[in-house]
C-alpha cells in the first residue's frame, strides 16, 4: 500500500552533518505519522525521531535531541532528519517508517508501524 525511499546516507566525520530524506507513495493519505528507527548488526532498532501530522508534533530520542532535526513537507507526506554534531555512536542503518495515527508511546516502538523503508547507512568516523 505506501513505499517509502531514503536517500542521504553517507560517511561523514564526527562533527559533521547528513541530512537523510524520505517520501511516501502509494497510499498517502492513509499516513498520520513518519519517523525514522536506526539499527548497529546484531542490535535492536532504536527509536530516533518521529513527527505526527495533525499538529506537526515532533518526538526524539534523548540520544539525539538537541542534535537531530526532523521535519516534513508541507504539500507531500515527506520527512527529513537533519543531523548535526554527529558522533561515532550515530553510525548505523537508518530507516523511514510510516503508519496511520499513532500514541505517544506507540510512536517510538518499532512494532507500530507498518511500513518500513529500505535503509540507508550512515558511518560517522572518530
Known amino acids: 500500500q505506501v513505499q517509502l525511499k531514503e536517500s542521504g546516507g553517507g560517511l561523514v566525520q564526527a562533527g559533521g552533518s547528513l541530512r537523510l530524506s524520505c517520501t511516501a507513495s502509494?497510499?498517502?493519505?492513509?499516513?498520520?505519522?513518519m519517523g525514522w528507527f536506526r539499527q548497529v548488526p546484531g542490535k535492536e532498532r532504536e527509536f530516533v525521531a518521529a513527527?505526527?501530522?495533525?499538529?506537526?508534533?515532533?518526538y526524539y530520542a534523548d540520544s539525539v535531541k538537541g542534535r537531530f532535526t526532523i521535519s516534513r513537507d508541507g504539500a507531500e507526506k515527506t520527512v527529513y532528519l537533519q543531523m548535526n554534531s554527529l558522533i561515532p555512536e550515530d553510525t548505523a542503518v537508518y530507516y523511514c517508517?510510516?503508519?496511520?495515527?499513532?500514541?505517544?508511546?506507540?510512536?517510538?516502538?518499532?512494532?507500530?508501524?507498518?511500513?518500513w523503508g529500505q535503509g540507508t547507512q550512515v558511518t560517522v568516523s572518530s
Open positions: 517508517v510510516a503508519d496511520g495515527p499513532m500514541t505517544g508511546a506507540t510512536i517510538r516502538s518499532a512494532n507500530g508501524y507498518r511500513y
Open positions: 502509494g497510499r498517502k493519505f492513509s499516513i498520520y505519522t
Open positions: 513527527i505526527s501530522w495533525t499538529y506537526s508534533s515532533t
